[in-house]
């Protein structure tokens, strides 16, 4: 089918804009220390002369002791006082996109995008080339093979794909992508947030692209249904936010799903756990303890999760639950269920609770939730109890025991009339470990408590921590230094760990 003959139009400029510097951090030395380059110095820091005696300065900086207050307050004021300045994008990136525009409109002349939609990526690149060639002709600009290759690729972005998000989604480094309007996009590398060099050309531009993402997988936005969660082909997760909500343009939250699968093991040597943590959530999950993973937004929830999951049997039966489907499990037997909204009449929506309660007529082994927020929280508790041990969820909290507060409290938001003393009972019955992990502010992310629920006392819910991470210094660099130290203390949960020959192996981890 040919993909030409009829006539559209587009257009608009592409200025760039700049890095703010963030303030560097305080602390001490570490002789081992690597990386960390979460708080970078400022301009002028370390080389300008500064009020105190160069000596001072040298015996702060080189015994490892706290810098003084008047330098701490010195880069306040520093900060408070910064002006970030915007810089202009330049190079070969910014020639073809700057030739981009002035190809687009002509080229929207003579395609007709639903012809053009039904051809793939490569049909589509033969079909442009001699119709590229054409227009570059007429605007007499002439572009070597380099050059051209690359603005092909930018104009089947631009018709087929996500436009200039496509090579923010291409690059493995990338693992958040945050759009702030049309002209402010930032991303997160190695834990550190940048911005990027690229800009959409107008509101409705980006707002078209936003309709791509969620209409892929059946859902809306627009000023009627202003949130909508999608997901990308390969698994990434998708949040879209428009006006009148977003007062800046439409927002587009990207969290990027790893190709690689990460396993427990990829954790230990990124120095997210020790080696001794590591074999205990490898018991864990292979022993069919209820587990629950509790961390703050970013900090590594659901990695934990898919990399819990490759210690499960491949002879059981595992369900996911999501409102968006994220997880990718490395299980064979995998039914992986997905909520769905309401209609335009706001019928037909199905929860995770209807899915959680439909879950247990489908013969599972685990039930995996991948976030729990609401009442489908009771669902998940009695699911743990009536034989479905080793299931798992995530939860936002900070701690293992507002983890415990909060399940308490999603409950009680429900319909469910039962009194506190019920559920505590039924959380400390059902729940075995609590694996806490948090995203420190040098950007790394660490497993910082794995803790045992034993049970109750009274009216409060026991537990006893088998790991921890201990905070200890920072060096120069901003890097946190910190060790994990077992707790010594009995497994409760050895008895589970018995029933599948992993109780000794188990206790040495963690004594």
Not at 209 to 236: C, E, F, H, M, W
Request: aromatic share 4%; glycine share 10%; proline share 5%.
């Amino acid at each position: 089918m040919s993909a030409f003959g009829k006539k559209g139009g587009a257009g608009g400029g592409r200025p760039a804009f700049g890095v703010a510097r963030p303030m560097k951090g305080g602390g001490s030395s570490g002789e081992d220390a690597k990386g960390g380059e979460q708080f970078p110095p400022l301009p002028g820091e370390g080389d300008a002369p500064s009020s105190e005696p160069a000596a001072s300065k040298e015996s702060s900086a080189g015994n490892g002791k706290p810098k003084t207050t008047a330098e701490a307050l010195e880069r306040l004021t520093e900060r408070m006082n910064a002006t970030h300045v915007q810089e202009e994008q330049g190079g070969f990136e910014a020639s073809v996109h700057k030739i981009k525009e002035q190809v687009l409109p002509r080229l929207l002349e003579r395609v007709d995008p639903e012809a053009a939609a039904t051809l793939s990526k490569e049909e589509l690149s033969e079909e442009f080339r001699p119709i590229i060639m054409e227009v570059l002709a007429e605007l007499k600009v002439t572009l070597n093979r380099r050059e051209q290759f690359a603005l092909e690729k930018v104009l089947i972005d631009e018709l087929l794909g996500f436009g200039p998000l496509e090579e923010l989604l291409n690059d493995p480094d990338i693992s958040d992508i945050m759009v702030n309007g049309p002209d402010q996009t930032y991303i997160e590398k190695k834990g550190k947030l940048v911005i990027a060099p690229i800009k959409f050309r107008d509101e409705q531009h980006l707002f078209q692209i936003a309709q791509r993402i969620v209409n892929q997988v059946g859902r809306r936005v627009d000023q009627t249904t202003p949130l909508a969660d999608a997901r990308l082909k390969d698994g990434s997760r998708v949040n879209v936010i428009v006006p009148p909500l977003s007062l800046r343009g439409t927002a587009i939250s990207i969290r990027k799903f790893s190709e690689k699968p990460i396993t427990l093991d990829m954790l230990k040597d990124f120095g997210s756990m020790s080696e001794k943590m590591c074999t205990a959530l490898k018991i864990a999950g292979a022993s069919r303890m209820n587990i629950v993973i509790s961390g703050g937004t970013g900090s590594g929830k659901t990695t934990m999760l898919n990399a819990l999951s490759k210690m499960i049997d491949p002879g059981e039966r595992v369900l996911t639950i999501e409102d968006a489907a994220e997880l990718r499990l490395q299980q064979p037997h995998w039914l992986p269920l997905e909520t769905r909204p309401p209609n335009l009449e706001g019928q037909g929506a199905i929860t995770i609770g209807d899915l959680v309660k439909n879950a247990l007529r489908m013969r599972p082994d685990r039930i995996i939730l991948g976030e729990i927020r609401g009442a489908e929280c009771f669902d998940l508790l009695a699911a743990m109890n009536t034989g479905h041990d080793g299931s798992m969820c995530t939860l936002h909290a900070n701690s293992p025991r507002e983890c415990l507060g909060r399940m308490e409290n999603m409950i009680l938001m429900g319909d469910i009339k039962i009194p506190k003393q019920a559920i505590s009972t039924q959380i400390a019955e059902s729940v075995d470990i609590i694996v806490q992990v948090k995203r420190l502010r040098d950007g790394s992310r660490r497993t910082t408590d794995i803790t045992e629920v034993i049970g109750m006392e009274g009216d409060v819910i026991v537990t006893q921590n088998l790991f921890k991470f201990e905070y200890l210094d920072e060096s120069d660099d901003g890097k946190i230094i910190g060790e994990f130290r077992a707790s010594g203390l009995r497994p409760y949960t050895l008895e589970k760990a018995r029933q599948y020959g992993f109780d000794q192996a188990y206790l040495e981890a963690c004594l």
